[in-house]
């Protein structure tokens, strides 16, 4: 495991994503990238449906064929958004994401900063802040992406390499975290700064996850007996 880019995402169908991988060699570079290969590629071009009531930043919005934003949804720019991708109302795009085809951002979801690759769900009351989702992703409701430390200071990824943990800087105070291609984030689970999800791994709900997950991996909250009293 070298912890590159296709480690953890399959990017023969995202030329987009493809390219701004293409010169990192850790994947969580690809964090910090993103923003500027937004500005760089972005084309003014809404090629899919707006309906009446949503607000998408001028001149600063790409929106592929076939994709529909319904009313009461905000995005502000730069944003890019491929083709048969819904957003739906109530959502909120806050600038510098890059979304893929195929994709359900849903409603009550915040997210800034943000890949999301092929065929996934952020689908109702998800914050998502300078995270890379992979394909076919599933965050359920309430799941959500933690990117700043309570003591302001940078945020590090520790990963096992040659039989030992080693820690490298990201170089970014904001930095949520890596899911992996094919993997489930159970309602109300909470990705602390810098957590790695490798590939179809299963996070159960109210899951606290941090530091990195190896692929295939299910993690799973420990269970709290519920006791049940008579009223007096």
């Avoid at 995270?131 to 933690?146: D, P, R, W």
């Avoid at 709900?205 to 692929?215: A, E, K, L, M, R």
Wanted: aromatic share 8%; with cysteine; net charge negative.
């Amino acid at each position: 495991m070298n912890y590159a880019p296709d480690d953890f995402f399959d990017l023969t169908d995202a030329p987009r994503a493809s390219a701004l991988f293409k010169p990192l060699t850790y994947v969580w570079e690809g964090v910090g990238a993103l923003p500027g290969f937004i500005e760089d590629i972005l084309e003014d071009r809404i090629l899919g449906e707006v309906e009446e009531g949503a607000w998408l930043e001028p001149g600063r919005v790409f929106l592929g064929e076939g994709s529909k934003v319904e009313r009461g949804t905000i995005i502000r720019g730069p944003a890019i958004i491929g083709s048969n991708t819904t957003i739906r109302s109530g959502a909120y795009l806050r600038g510098h994401v890059l979304i893929g085809d195929g994709c359900v951002i849903g409603w009550g979801v915040e997210m800034r900063q943000t890949l999301v690759l092929n065929g996934s769900r952020v689908p109702h009351f998800n914050g998502v802040y300078t995270s890379l989702i992979g394909n076919a992703v599933n965050m359920a409701g309430k799941a959500s992406t933690a990117n700043y430390r309570l003591n302001g200071q940078e945020v590090t990824v520790q990963v096992p390499m040659d039989g030992r943990p080693v820690r490298f800087s990201t170089g970014q105070t904001l930095f949520g975290a890596v899911i992996g291609d094919e993997s489930s984030i159970g309602g109300d689970s909470l990705l602390q700064p810098g957590t790695l999800i490798g590939r179809r791994c299963i996070v159960y709900p109210q899951s606290t996850v941090s530091g990195y997950i190896p692929h295939d991996s299910i993690v799973k909250r420990l269970e709290t007996p519920m006791t049940v009293l008579p009223r007096e």
